[in-house]
Every structure is written in structure tokens, then in C-alpha cells.
């Protein structure tokens, strides 16, 4: 029972560990409008061993994050910054090898799912703001995210010859809850007027 205990502890920090080095989006304000639709503002940080590049090939496809099941999407609102794409559609790209899913967020059929996507790198422990997107939902609720990262290690010190001397580039697929600052939570318990 013991061992069962420490095993657990020990996945629930090797899982912790993990998290801290990978990209966070949070959902940094939210405006009301007149029109009574909420827009949301994003800011995404890349962890320290992380970065998110656009693709090359096959071999290494494009890095993005996506906000699953964004209900009320409202045309053209999404705002998207400098060395980024934005794309929507109703299955969420998910990060995937050999056509198989790695991780699987609860995606909605027939809702929106927003995807900014990479085009310029972005360096390790970076936050980059400027992403919203505006919703008829007056109500604020909790969300889910994926995202693909490329993760570059260094050479194995001490290690003779490739491939033990050489940096290693590889993809990591990550799935989270967007975080919600605490200076938001006043707003989440409002009711709309």
C-alpha cells in the first residue's frame, strides 16, 4: 500500500515538473461590450525548455495551441499578433503522430474551436500577448486547451560521437486548463445585466 502511495507521489511530481516547463495560455481580461457580447484577451507562455516554431515538413509540423469549444464564436473577432495564423474549425487540430491522436481534449462536434498557430519562433520562456476573441456567451466558464511545442535538448555530455553529442529537437504534445487569473473571478460570478 505503501509503495502504491509513493509511486503516486512521485508520478504526481514528475507531472508537476512537466507542467511547469510547458506552455501556459491564460486568459489575461475580458471586456464587456454594449452589444452584450464578452471578448476575451490570451497571452501564451512558453515554458523554459520549449519553443514554438513554425513547421518544416512532415517531420516537424507547425506548433500551435487551441481553445476547444469556443461556444458563440462571433465572426471576425479573433485578433491575432505578429507571427501567428489563425485558423477555426469545428474539429480542433489536436497534436498527433502517424494520424493518432496524443492527447484527447473534450472536443465538441459543431462547436468552434480556435487554433493560432506558429509562423515565427518563439523563444523559450517567452509570453506572447495579443490574442482574443469575442463570444455572444455572456457567462464565463472554464476552458480547455492542446497544444504542440518543439522541446531541444542538449548534447549528452561526456557522450562520444552522434548521436550522443548532438541536440535533440523533438515534439510535445501538451493538453491543460486555461488559466484564469483571480482578478477575473469577481467577473465569473457576475450575472450579466
Known amino acids: 500500500m505503501l509503495r502504491c502511495l509513493y509511486l503516486g507521489l512521485v508520478a504526481g511530481a514528475i507531472l508537476l515538473s512537466v507542467a511547469a516547463n510547458a506552455a501556459q495560455l491564460t486568459v489575461t481580461a475580458v471586456d464587456r461590450s454594449a452589444d452584450r457580447t464578452m471578448t476575451y484577451h490570451f497571452s501564451i507562455k512558453v515554458g523554459q525548455t520549449e519553443t514554438m516554431e513554425p513547421g518544416s515538413g512532415d517531420a516537424l509540423p507547425a506548433d500551435f495551441v487551441t481553445i476547444c469549444?469556443?461556444?458563440g464564436l462571433v465572426d471576425g473577432s479573433v485578433k491575432t499578433p505578429d507571427g501567428w495564423?489563425?485558423?477555426?474549425?469545428e474539429s480542433g487540430r489536436t497534436p498527433s503522430m502517424g494520424g493518432y491522436p496524443l492527447v484527447l481534449p473534450v472536443d465538441?462536434?459543431?462547436t468552434p474551436n480556435i487554433t493560432w498557430t506558429a509562423a515565427a519562433v518563439v523563444k523559450p520562456e517567452t509570453e506572447v500577448t495579443g490574442f482574443s476573441a469575442?463570444?455572444?456567451v455572456t457567462t464565463m466558464t472554464d476552458g480547455m486547451y492542446s497544444a504542440m511545442l518543439t522541446q531541444r535538448s542538449g548534447p549528452v555530455q561526456g557522450a562520444p560521437?552522434?548521436?550522443g553529442n548532438a541536440a535533440m529537437t523533438?515534439?510535445?504534445a501538451q493538453i491543460g486548463m486555461i488559466a484564469t487569473p483571480s482578478f477575473l473571478t469577481d467577473l465569473k460570478k457576475q450575472r450579466p445585466d
Do not use: D, L, V, W
Open 69 to 71: 469549444n469556443f461556444y
Open 85 to 89: 495564423k489563425f485558423t477555426s474549425e
Open 108 to 110: 465538441i462536434p459543431g
Open 134 to 136: 469575442t463570444t455572444r
Open 161 to 163: 560521437g552522434s548521436p
Open 170 to 172: 523533438s515534439k510535445q
